[in-house]
């Protein structure tokens, strides 16, 4: 029961901070990445706020092997930069910039977002639905010679 109570109270605040910050806005989000045109700088202080805190988690880490809850903490993600991570991270990103909104807002903005909005999701769904077999592919690919 503590462990669905944390994750409610953190899916909360992050949803509230995603709201309030203007992030669930495609158009606040679309103007970050218009670098070359009306450019709106706002997203970095809100990537700012989000990095701080992470920043801090990862200290309090290295000294922790539970979480708050008493579950095992996840190991340290990987620090290898590989293609699949760049080809995801790239995938990501187009996502990203054509519609202006990545899951998390997404998510926030279900009450209001429209069909736009609907279709991004169903297709988000089924990126999630289809990676695995697309993950296991690139992990049997033989590389060329």
């Known amino acids: 029961m ?3 109570l944390v994750a409610f109270l953190a899916g909360g605040l992050f ?3 995603l709201f309030i910050s203007g992030m669930t806005d495609t158009t606040k989000v679309q103007g970050w990445l ?3 045109g009306n450019w709106d ?3 970095a202080f809100v990537m700012g706020g989000a990095m701080i805190p992470m920043a801090i988690a990862w200290l309090i880490r290295r000294r922790r092997t539970t979480s708050l809850t008493g579950l095992p903490l996840p190991p340290a993600p990987s620090k ?3 293609g699949k991570l760049i080809l995801g991270s ?5 996502g990203w910039g054509l519609v202006g909104l990545c899951p998390g807002p997404s998510i926030a ?3 209001y977002g429209g069909p736009g909005l609907y279709a991004f999701l169903v297709a988000m769904i089924g990126g999630m639905l289809i990676t695995p077999m697309l993950r296991a592919r690139l992990d ?3 590389p060329a010679e």
Do not use: H, K, N, Q
């Open 90 to 94: 790239v995938m990501f990103g187009i």
């Open 80 to 82: 290898e930069i590989d």
């Open 41 to 43: 700088p706002t997203l």
């Open 2 to 4: 503590a462990r669905l």
């Open 34 to 36: 218009d670098v070359f």
């Open 109 to 111: 903005s279900l009450s």
């Open 15 to 17: 949803g509230a901070g």
């Open 140 to 142: 049997r690919a033989v």
